[in-house]
């Protein structure tokens, strides 16, 4: 079956520094997606990304996150600078249509840890 | 802005006996009802979903319900295993400005089965 896959599983980062988190995404999927679960907390929806463009992004998705799907592949999430709250468990999903009356396939998650 | 609430928080019930977790969404525009099973560490799994156009949907031993009036649906999960022991998050999908959709998570109900 087919899976989305996330790397790094866990990426240790200090304070400040830039993280890209990568996703390969299904490979028929169209829409693509970012998620993050703070540790206890639920999972927070942060962008979705359409025909190479944001389609639609939350107010967690500030100006220190950006996304990119830099060929026909990949994924992927930057955090510019990043801070102690960034630490969360972020999920990547995609889907062959858009959120309605179809599933989102989740990734396995990044653990990104801040120190 | 659009929210999700669920309840309970956490559900210990005896193996054998019913569980039942309950949600409601703000959005009426919602159309979409994913329900997701959570292992400790693991990603998200759909486990089963329910489109505005239907009441009720039934898989085995898992059942879910909509009241589209009073916003509420809820899981029902009959003949409970210790495997079914997991954190269980509900969703919606409310209509977003861009006309395209986004899953928001209700908080998260932990099941436990107790043998």
């Known amino acids: 079956e087919p899976e989305v896959t996330q790397t790094?599983?866990?990426?240790?980062?200090?304070?400040?520094?830039e993280v890209i988190l990568r996703c390969?995404?299904?490979?028929?999927?169209?829409?693509?997606?970012?998620?993050?679960?703070?540790?206890?907390?639920?999972?927070e929806f942060l962008v979705s990304f359409y025909n190479n463009e944001i389609?639609?992004?939350?107010?967690?998705?500030?100006?220190?996150?950006?996304?990119?799907?830099?060929?026909?592949?990949n994924f992927t999430l930057k955090i510019r600078s990043t801070k102690?709250?960034?630490?969360?468990?972020?999920?990547?999903?995609?889907?062959?249509?858009?959120?309605?009356?179809?599933?989102?396939?989740?990734?396995?998650?990044?653990r990104l840890t801040v120190v | 802005?659009?929210?999700?609430e669920q309840h309970p928080s956490t559900l210990s019930v005896q193996e054998g006996d019913s569980a039942?977790?309950?949600c409601t969404y703000s959005d009426s525009a919602s159309n979409y009802f994913p329900w997701y099973k959570q292992e400790l560490g693991k990603r998200p799994q759909l486990i089963i979903d329910i489109r505005s156009?239907?009441?009720?949907?039934?898989?085995?031993?898992?059942?879910?319900?909509?009241?589209?009036?009073?916003?509420?649906?809820?899981?029902?999960?009959?003949?409970?295993?210790?495997?079914?022991s997991?954190?269980?998050?509900?969703?919606?999908?409310?209509?977003?400005?861009?006309?395209?959709y986004k899953y928001i998570f209700g908080t998260g109900t932990r099941l436990k089965v107790l043998a």
Not at chain 2, 55 to 80: C, M, P, W
């Open chain 1, 8 to 17: 790094p599983s866990h990426q240790v980062t200090q304070m400040g520094q």
């Open chain 1, 24 to 43: 390969v995404p299904i490979s028929n999927h169209l829409y693509f997606y970012w998620y993050r679960q703070i540790l206890g907390q639920k999972v």
């Open chain 1, 55 to 73: 389609s639609e992004k939350s107010e967690i998705f500030d100006d220190q996150f950006s996304v990119e799907r830099p060929d026909g592949s």
């Open chain 1, 84 to 110: 102690l709250e960034d630490s969360a468990m972020y999920f990547c999903a995609s889907s062959t249509r858009q959120g309605d009356w179809t599933e989102a396939f989740f990734g396995q998650g990044t």
């Open chain 2, 1 to 4: 802005g659009e929210n999700v």
């Open chain 2, 20 to 22: 039942v977790i309950k």
């Open chain 2, 53 to 84: 156009n239907v009441g009720e949907k039934k898989d085995q031993r898992i059942a879910v319900t909509l009241n589209k009036t009073a916003k509420h649906f809820s899981l029902h999960i009959t003949e409970t295993q210790p495997e079914d």
């Open chain 2, 86 to 100: 997991a954190v269980y998050f509900c969703a919606a999908n409310p209509l977003i400005t861009s006309g395209t």
